[in-house]
């Protein structure tokens, strides 16, 4: 069998296990998130917490719990790294440097993941598990209750209510998250990877790292967070070693992103709603995949960068998914792609990772730019734009605009003040072209969530760490407060009856108004910066 047919299968079963749990799976997370009874576990956090479930929030304490929540995750992560050498299975990797503990605290509370560090000689197992992985939870339950608050804004009308955060927080991680990560970490063990306290074993003389994997490696996926426990991340044989753990990675990252598009169709009554989303992100996707795999298997040297046992077709499935969403995860190196290929990667984390997203945020950034792209549609016919039964009017085009700028603003300014400081070109293992990609890839997988990276760019520098942090904390918060607003906003109208002359949301043009918006607020806000990185590169 050659490598193409296999890939094909790969990308065959893939979507055939998607479209499987598709509808049961979304249909699961409505009733999540629209239940009424409280299991004795959730009781008992909410006891222990002071919350009143009954309790419902207007969108500005919705965003007040959303930022204080993390605000607190952050400064007990940090505290942990920062203590790492008096607690247990440390291993004796010391404390965590202060800007390095920064960095990497508002990476994981944000659901970057992205890791200036060599987690085996840095991180002990102590921080691993009860720090970086209970943020890779808790940060992904995060992104789904702004998804779901913002599904809200559209389901209800005249009130300032939208849910309980802490309720959404709750029931993500105890119904949704921790079970499914449970099972998946299980059937990871049988597929080979590594499950271990210790720190390392010998082979041949050497030691070789090890950590709990499995456990760490489940969520890591799910979540679309993407940090690895060992310094190869998806590329190494103890976190993914073949072709069978390869794909249940990928199903892993895509499923929760995919199965939310059927949660909104069951929230708002129509079903083809979600479909219409779900066409978007499965063509550009899908596109996405066909010029990384092209580009990839056509290059000088296609398995450069690359492990044998995955090849090209599932180096370009798994890194067109990591980029696609917000995951970060890598099972090969993005600094050695083709100009073509590694410029794809960074298009899809451009494309604002709503092809298919990240946990919730690929779901509320696809809304966001739905808005806009009605919007759009209403300057062309000159009617007052609606979507789903509500107006968009300055407010809410305003909150959406914001909600789409803010990962570009900060992105450009620090891409474009890295690329003029002296120290940059010390910090660089390539010149030129590439070397430029390497720093906008950086900026970009920052100020998107992303996490993962081009190597040959060293951010182990003061200003790097707190640059890219910056970018981070910008990136997620300010578009979930953007977001909340335009919620808050939306679930205070009324509905307004469907007209005759309104643009259908359920089908072929509406489809490609959305993917055309999602397209030309790429092209119009980075072409220039690319043209002068990636695509200079691809043809030389």
Known sequence: MSTTVAGLLQVGVLVVALAAVHRPFGDYLARVYTGTRHSRVERAVYRLAGVDPASEQRWGTYAQGVIAFSFVGAVVLYALQRIQSVLPFDHGRGNVPAA?????????????NWQSYVPETVMGHTVQMAGLTVQNFVSAAVGMAVAVALVRGFVRHRTDRLGNFWVDLVRGTVRVLLPVSFAFAVVLVVTGVVMS??????????????????????????GTNGGGVL??????????????????????????????????????????????????????????????????????????????????PGSALFANSTTGTSTGAVNSMHDSFTGLGGGAALLNMLFGEMTPGGAGTGLYGILVMAVIAMF?????????????????????????????????????????????????????????????????????????????????????????????????????????????????????????????????????????????AIVLVAALTFVPALALGPIAEALL
């Open 231 to 312: 310094n190869a991340n998806s590329a190494h044989p103890f976190e993914n070693p073949n072709a069978w753990s390869n794909l249940i990675e990928v199903f892993l990252i895509l499923v929760i992103p995919v199965s939310l598009t059927r949660t909104f169709g069951t929230l708002v009554g129509d079903r083809r709603q979600g479909y219409v989303l779900l066409s978007v992100m499965g063509v550009i996707w899908s596109l996405m995949l066909t010029v990384i795999w092209v580009a990839e298997a056509a290059g000088l040297r296609p398995l450069e960068g690359k492990e044998l046992r995955f090849g090209v």
């Open 100 to 112: 390095m503990a920064f960095n990497t605290a508002v990476s994981f509370v944000t659901n970057t």
């Open 376 to 516: 759009l549609a209403g300057l062309m016919v000159g009617r007052t734009p609606e979507y789903l039964g509500k107006k968009l009017g300055r407010r809410e085009v305003t909150a959406a605009a914001v909600a789409i700028l803010a990962m570009p603003t900060v992105m450009l300014l620090g891409a474009g003040v890295a690329a003029i400081l002296p120290g940059t070109r010390g910090s660089l293992n390539n010149p030129g072209a590439h070397g430029l990609s390497e720093i906008l890839y950086a900026y970009a997988s920052a100020s998107n969530n992303n996490g993962s990276a081009f190597a040959g760019l060293t951010v182990t520098g003061d200003w790097f760490q707190a640059s890219l942090g910056v970018c981070m904390a910008v990136g997620r918060f300010v578009p979930i407060i953007a977001v909340l607003c335009l919620a808050g906003s939306l679930a205070a109208q009324r509905k307004a009856p469907e007209t005759p002359g309104a643009l259908p949301t359920t089908g072929p043009l509406f489809a490609t108004l959305l993917g055309g």
């Open 197 to 222: 306290l210790k720190s390392g074993v010998d082979v041949d003389g050497r030691t070789v790292a090890t950590a709990p994997v499995a456990s760490q490696e489940a969520i890591k996926e799910l």
